[in-house]
């Protein structure tokens, strides 16, 4: 049986994409078409914030692509030695607030140490750090995309938390998405199963996925890795047939593979 993650593949360096192993465990063949492109921006001025820790309490990442927006700064020669001579001492002094291990990973690669990575979602994250700091004490800082969702910041704020956002990616549609996604259904024809990874996945694939199902679209079981994408399906007029735990490649491949066992049909 054949699933659609609607995703990027893992960086080829890093061996094959742990989604479709997991998913292959399941005797399911995963599929994945890129849906989404990033523009960075702000990068000189988060790096002036990430130059000067003693002005905040800690550092809140939602999605691995504020971390790239992070790596291509230290890029440069001259921040990446800042960084490695003081800077990354002085924030691991502090907390680094994460959602997923994925995240997780990519603030261990600029060597600094996560927390909260088992929260699952940013509303379950948000719980996580109100338990953990005071109000009214320093910002954290939390670099994040133009389209982020205002869980996070509304329950930090409605707990007194400050917390200092700053835009440092925009979220665009992948420009090979129409095409791969054609090719796909005429290729392996509609899938059991497809899989969202994000509202803006979402909002980009939906409408073409549906014309090209056609009359099959009420036999596809609908996956989304969490609840805000869950949320974003429903309100599109969709019925999901689960979520993820968490939003891991064995909870996700356990997760499709139960709503596809007969009783749940």
């Known amino acids: 049986m054949k699933v659609l993650l609607l995703k990027d593949p893992k960086d080829k360096d890093s061996g094959p994409d742990p989604y479709i192993e997991e998913l292959g465990s399941y005797s399911l063949e995963a599929t994945l078409i890129p849906v989404l492109s990033f523009e960075f921006t702000s990068l000189d001025s988060l790096f002036d914030k990430l130059s000067h820790p003693e002005c905040y309490g800690g550092l809140v990442f939602t999605s691995p692509r504020a971390l790239e927006a ?96 700053l835009s440092v990616y925009k979220t665009t549609q992948h420009p090979d998405l129409q095409e791969s996604l054609s090719t796909y259904f005429s290729q392996q024809g509609v899938p059991v199963s497809i899989v969202f ?53 064995q909870d996700l491949a356990a997760a499709i593979h139960g709503a596809l066992q007969p009783l749940n049909c």
């Open 70 to 165: 992070i790596k291509i700064c230290l890029k440069e020669k001259s921040k990446k030695e800042a960084w490695s001579k003081s800077l990354k001492q002085m924030w691991n002094i502090k907390p680094t607030y994460v959602v997923g291990k994925a995240t997780a990973s990519l603030v261990e690669e600029i060597g600094l140490n996560p927390q909260g990575e088992k929260a699952g979602n940013a509303e379950k994250l948000a719980e996580y750090i109100c338990s953990r700091e005071k109000p009214n004490s320093s910002a954290l800082l939390f670099p994040c995309g133009a389209l982020k969702r205002e869980v996070l910041p509304t329950v930090l704020r409605e707990k007194g938390i400050p917390l200092e956002s």
């Open 197 to 249: 990874f994000s509202p803006s996945g979402v909002r980009f694939c939906l409408q073409h996925i549906q014309k090209l199902s056609g009359d099959f679209i009420n036999q596809v079981k609908f996956a989304a890795i969490g609840p805000s994408t869950a949320e974003a399906l429903r309100g599109a007029g969709m019925a999901v047939s689960c979520t993820a735990g968490s939003p891991t490649p």
